[in-house]
């Protein structure tokens, strides 16, 4: 198959690509580089996957319809869109670069798949934030979402509504995929795993939101990327009733307390933290818990990585990585 894959420097983005590309898939990469957060480590990716004879790649921004639209003529068979403008905290300083990149961005990539011949599925990352500040445990696909409490989940969710409408009216079979705090090695560093791992190993204090009283569906990302691909590989069937679109919850399903997390860490580094409580951020939620129900019905989604091997994982990686 040949997959346009945005995002292919990001986190999840890099690691679907190396799947997609070891089981014999030609995967078109897109990415900006843009620097939210280290370029470096996004090139670093970047440089595990170039060599690979079919891989190809395309600096451009998901949101420039021009450079974009012509994709559609490269004869792709299946879209998985990941690029997207992250962090819930990032969106209370720069609310505009979550408009581009998550909005208007979406309706490229839409666009683009309507006009791909013989396209055969489009997956696209959605977010566990979509939930915002529910009460019911755990989350369940079927929940209402309408309250979001950041301006990146209110776009997320706005990209479901859109790829909703894209289903209907152009019977574009389109899943996405609610991602819960994905971590493992080559993570991004403004998520905790990164950001403790630094700091604990530099004898800095951690900050802990909301007192410690935070729980987290932590799913390593080898569980994830296998999520994805097999949401890639069952597009839903357009039975000529309801548009050809699902929804999945790709979680560990495993509230863990945000201290034990820390716990585990600070066991795999061999050094205490320092920790620096302190109260709930804006636009930040308690709790996330994935109810996976449909995803392990519908595509034999079975996470099996906890955090004791997860973490212990993302240490090794990291150590490395510095070492560099």
């Known amino acids: 198959m040949r997959i346009l894959l945005t995002g292919a420097a990001g986190f999840i983005g890099f690691h679907v690509a190396r799947a997609l590309l070891s089981r014999g898939d030609e995967v078109i990469g897109i990415d900006n580089l843009n620097d939210y957060y280290d370029t470096a480590l996004k090139q670093a990716r970047l440089d595990q996957l170039l060599p690979q004879k079919n891989f190809s790649f395309h600096k451009i921004n998901i949101a420039d319809k021009g450079a974009m639209l012509p994709f559609a003529q490269s004869g792709v068979t299946q879209i998985v869109h990941l690029a997207a403008q992250a962090g819930v905290r990032y969106s209370l300083q720069n609310p505009f670069a979550y408009v581009e990149s998550n909005l208007l961005g979406q309706v490229v990539m839409l666009e683009l798949a309507r006009q791909t011949p013989n396209l055969k599925h489009f997956v696209y990352a959605s977010s566990s934030s979509v939930y915002g500040g529910n009460t019911k445990i755990p989350f369940a696909v079927g ?5 979001p409490v950041s301006l990146y989940a209110a776009t ?11 289903a209907h009216l152009y019977r574009i079979p389109t899943t996405g995929l609610r991602f819960f705090t994905v971590y493992g090695p080559w993570g991004r560093p403004d998520m905790a795993a990164y950001i403790f791992t630094r700091q604990i190993m530099a004898g800095q204090p951690i900050k802990v939101f909301n007192h410690g009283n935070m729980r987290r569906d932590f799913t390593f990302i080898d569980d994830i990327v296998a999520g994805v691909l097999a949401a890639l590989d069952r597009p839903p069937q357009d039975n000529g009733a309801k548009p050809p679109t699902a929804l999945y919850n790709l979680g560990n399903s495993e509230a863990e307390d945000l201290m034990r997390f820390i716990a585990v860490l600070e066991n795999a580094l061999g050094q205490k933290a320092i920790i620096d409580f302190q109260p709930m951020q804006a636009g930040d939620v308690p709790e996330t818990y994935a109810d996976i129900e449909s995803s392990t019905r519908d595509l034999g989604f079975n996470p099996t990585t906890g955090i004791e091997q997860g973490i212990a994982k993302f240490v090794e990686w990291y150590r490395g990585y510095q070492s560099i």
């Open 143 to 147: 929940d209402a979402v309408e309250c």
């Open 156 to 166: 997320k969710r706005a990209d479901e509504l859109m790829s909703h409408t894209y």
